[in-house]
């Protein structure tokens, strides 16, 4: 059948490797049924089972190719290749098939096919393989459609869980601007109210020397007071006291007869 579709050269090159690994699969298997030793058929069974990944991956690139190819080529060519996509997968899959019996004979733990990497697996890839194999083009064109639906929805939500956290991050900022330009305030306000309080104690020092100052005075003038008072109370009571010196001004009165007598000094007054 190969032979008689209209493939391009890279497509005859790639539908050869696959044919290539699928001969080397069908001996690997006839030769497996004959080994009696398990570790031996364990061993060649990871081989086979390499084979088996290899022609997956070149199954890809048919199927590529195929698209690649698909608006240059008449409807019918198309379905040929598409036919002939899905025989090679039925193929790949009937040796998937053989592995899982000489698997289940051995006895061994069930190792998937067509893993990710070193010691892991993907257990899901044989049931794509198998799907793929069972739908059409316009299947997968729709399958494929409502997957970039769910994807465009999912980046949907993703865009408006991003604008709600960056108007979130805004309005924090925001406040925490204004908390920031508050405390500035409450800060420039201490600062005065600081400097306020110290101006003020440097001013009720002041007074406070000064009204020290005020009350020593009042105080010596008080007592100076005080004795001109003494002293005249003391003249008034006894002007005989020799032992107090007159205060200018404040002279007891002299004797009538002296009074007298320094008005008869003086003559007539006309």
Do not use: W
């Not at 316009?138 to 980046?155: F, H, N, S, V």
Request: proline share 4%; net charge neutral; with cysteine.
């Amino acid at each position: 059948m190969a032979n008689d579709l209209q493939m391009s050269p890279q497509l005859e090159q790639i539908d050869g490797e696959i044919q290539d690994h699928f001969r080397a699969l069908a001996n690997g298997f006839q030769k497996l049924g004959k080994v009696k030793d398990p570790n031996r058929q364990s061993k060649q069974l990871e081989d086979l089972t390499g084979k088996m990944r290899e022609c997956k991956r070149l199954i890809k690139d048919f199927d590529r190719e195929v698209k690649d190819e698909e608006s240059r080529n008449p409807p019918e060519v198309n379905k040929q290749l598409n036919d002939r996509k899905q025989s090679l997968i039925k193929e790949l899959n009937s040796y998937v098939g053989l592995r899982k019996t000489f698997m289940s004979t051995l006895g061994n733990k069930r190792v998937e096919l067509f893993d990710m990497g070193a010691g892991g697996s993907d257990p899901v890839a044989e049931d794509n393989v198998l799907m793929a194999s069972e739908m059409s083009n316009q299947e997968l064109i729709d399958a494929g459609k409502k997957r970039m639906d769910e994807t465009d929805q999912a980046i949907e939500r993703s865009k408006q869980v991003v604008e709600q956290t960056i108007e979130v991050g805004a309005q924090t900022a925001g406040t925490l601007k204004g908390q920031t330009e508050q405390m500035g305030r409450i800060v420039n306000e201490l600062d005065t109210i600081h400097f306020s309080i110290k101006k003020a104690s440097q001013l009720v020092k002041e007074i406070g020397r000064q009204v020290a100052t005020d009350k020593c005075i009042m105080m010596f003038l008080f007592l100076v007071v005080c004795g001109v008072i003494a002293i005249i109370i003391v003249k008034v009571v006894n002007p005989n006291n020799k032992n107090i010196r007159d205060i200018p001004g404040f002279a007891p009165p002299a004797p009538a007869s002296r009074r007298l007598l320094s008005l008869s000094t003086m003559g007539p007054l006309y």
